[in-house]
């Protein structure tokens, strides 16, 4: 048993590129739509929407699904190697719905119901659907309490005649703060028991492949990112020596090798969990 594929997140886009990264890598539209001549992938990726940041800053969707579209035909046909897209989904974390501060962010608060997200996160699927149906954008499950999430399967069904059960990949939205709790385990296993196996988990990092990695086809994390530059790591000896930077937040080979301790963290636990 190999364990899930892992994409490595990086606000970087350049990372894509020949002599790079060379591993998987999880891209967000908000950082690559500033690009005029796009990289072009090395190795396959996946492309965020900026959801997170998105509702975060705003509240709502300041992208319209026709822009978001035609950005990632260009995606697709200029950088290439594009695995699948994410939706303009709605998160459903409090913070996001209430607004406030939560790590030191502020949250505007979309001021609306968990349902009211998922039923916008579905409609947007629809409409990205019809307008690209050639474009492999993935559906993702929205909500907050287990039940929300199966909720969101039936949504899925009733509002659109889709059945997750069927489709190549579901994301599960509103779990990266809580990607190493037994929440996230219990959401995914009512998930699995429901027949949506094939699951992306956005912002998975050791804890959460640890725990639940045996339910998960991919993940993604940036979480490197966070851990070099809040926590004040400081950076690689060898990036010190060479003067590169005071710490390694923007930094390939500190990247890789955050890579390759959550792949051999992660490895033991999926090995010892029978299928
Ligand atoms: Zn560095």
Same mark, same amino acid.
């Given at each position: ?6 994409? #490595? ?6 990372? #894509? ?27 396959? @990726? ?14 709502? @969707? ?9 950005? #990632? ?157 809040? #926590? ?25 090798? @955050? ?17």
């Amino acid at each position: 048993m190999t364990g899930p594929l892992f994409m #490595l997140g990086t606000h970087q886009p350049g990372w #894509l590129n020949r002599g790079r990264a060379g591993v998987p890598l999880f891209v967000s539209d908000r950082r690559l739509r500033v690009y005029k001549t796009l990289p072009r992938a090395a190795a396959p @990726w996946a492309c965020d929407s900026g959801g997170f940041t998105e509702l975060q800053k705003y509240g709502r @969707w300041t992208v319209g699904p026709i822009e978001y579209v035609a950005r #990632l035909r260009r995606y697709r046909d200029e950088t290439g190697r594009m695995l699948w897209a994410a939706p303009q989904d709605w998160m459903c974390e409090p913070i996001v719905i209430n607004g406030g501060v939560a790590a030191g962010q502020w949250f505007v608060g979309t001021r609306l119901s968990v349902a009211e997200h998922q039923r916008r996160t579905v409609a947007n699927f629809a409409q990205l659907r019809d307008l690209a149906p050639d474009l492999p954008i993935v559906p993702v499950v929205q909500g907050w309490e287990r039940d929300d999430y199966l909720r969101c399967v039936d949504l899925y069904w009733s509002m659109l005649g889709v059945d997750l059960t069927t489709m190549p990949l579901v994301g599960l939205g509103s779990v990266c703060r809580r990607q190493g709790t037994r929440e996230a385990g219990v959401i995914l296993r009512a998930l699995h028991i429901r027949g949506v196996r094939r699951l992306h988990g956005f912002g998975f990092k050791t804890l959460g492949l640890i725990e639940h990695g045996h339910l998960l086809t991919s993940a993604d994390s940036m979480a490197w990112s966070d851990v070099a530059r809040k #926590l004040r790591r400081p950076a690689l000896p060898e990036c010190v020596r060479a003067g590169r930077h005071k710490n390694c937040a923007n930094c390939l080979p500190y990247a890789l090798r @955050w890579r390759a301790g959550v792949l051999a963290a992660a490895r033991p636990a999926q090995n010892g969990v029978a299928a």
